[in-house]
């Protein structure tokens, strides 16, 4: 569904229109692209947008009613009413409501008969309740580190962040777009190393060394010693078993725990579900179902991973029905 809309606006677009505008910017890693100044500085790149192409923006107006007519679509509103033959629904989902987020979006799709898929946040950190491991969490808070996260056969390779709320960082937001309630998470701490066969290195090598010694050479102080004094007995190399050392190795390579749940929309970054897309035309955006009505951007149910893919979604979309309004 998404191929030919940014087929049609590509990244490479967007760039060249913030390039048009000025607007300075660098990129960092992954190739995600961050403005020099301020985010705002994108708000006013759109609104001149806006403004040189003759739009008008009404503010503080709330929309009472919508009806079908023979030419198009009246609204009635708090300003008046406004009729229109092209109703092109830019409402995005539920994510961070302080911003002025609702669920406006999905009433207009069931209004004009359209299924929505079942939504829920995305992009959103996790929260832990477990009385030990929310501890850690709370004591490890600020403390961020490199990880593959993984759940449900997809794994993200990213920076995990402790929070006094639980799970956070970019690796966290990416797959919990996968998880649901109940779902297991895994996270390897030591995504470069085969954690067994270090393990057996430092043995041989520096038997003397405690663990959270040798820990503390690939993770935090403060890290080092809470996994070296909660999850294992610290004790000088030499003296663990084969045994013991699998057990660390596994617990360092494949730590599972199931999340008590996420922070909801108040921090998600993006809504999964939403308007079905197979009710909605790929090349134009429009319903199937009422013509003349378009959904863009996140109402419907696209959801990107995380560095400006859910932006150049929003982009490309609204350039496509911009195109047949």
Not at 31 to 43: E, H, P, R, V
Not at 258 to 274: D, I, K, Q
Request: hydrophobic residues 40%; aromatic residues 10%.
């Amino acid at each position: 569904f998404c191929k030919s809309a940014l087929a049609r606006y590509t990244q490479w677009d967007f760039i060249e229109l913030v390039c048009k505008h000025g607007v300075p910017y660098h990129e960092k890693k992954l190739g995600q692209l961050f403005c020099d100044n301020k985010a705002s500085d994108i708000l006013d790149m759109l609104l001149a947008e806006c403004d040189e192409a003759g739009a008008e923006i009404r503010m503080h107006t709330s929309i009472e009613q919508i009806d079908k007519t023979d030419s198009g679509y009246l609204l009635r509103t708090s300003a008046g009413p406004f009729a229109c033959q092209s109703l092109v629904i830019a409402t995005g989902g539920l994510s961070i409501p302080t911003l002025g987020a609702t669920g406006f979006g999905y009433q207009v799709a069931r209004q004009f008969g359209h299924t929505l898929l079942p939504t829920r946040a995305g992009l959103v950190p996790f929260t832990i309740t477990e009385p030990q491991l929310k501890a850690m969490c709370t004591e490890l808070s600020g403390t961020s580190l490199d990880c593959t996260a993984s759940c449900n056969g997809t794994s993200f390779r990213e920076n995990l962040l402790f929070t006094h709320r639980g799970l956070s960082g970019p690796a966290i937001l990416q797959v919990s777009s996968f998880w649901e309630a109940g779902d297991t998470l895994e996270i390897n701490l030591l995504p470069d190393r085969d954690a067994l066969d270090w393990l057996h290195t430092q043995q041989t090598e520096r038997g003397n060394a405690e663990l959270r010694t040798v820990l503390g050479e690939v993770f935090t102080r403060k890290l080092a010693t809470l996994l070296a004094e909660q999850w294992f007995e610290s004790k000088p190399m030499k003296q663990y078993t084969p045994a013991e050392l699998a057990l660390i190795a596994d617990k360092l390579a494949r730590w599972q725990l199931v999340p008590a749940g996420t922070e909801g929309y108040r921090t998600a970054e993006v809504t999964l579900g939403g308007v079905d897309t197979r009710e909605v035309s790929s090349k134009t955006m429009e319903s199937l179902k009422s013509p003349g009505l378009y959904f863009i951007g996140e109402v419907l149910d696209v959801t990107g991973h995380l560095g400006g893919f859910n932006f150049q979604w929003a982009w490309a979309s609204a350039n496509a029905a911009a195109q047949f309004v």
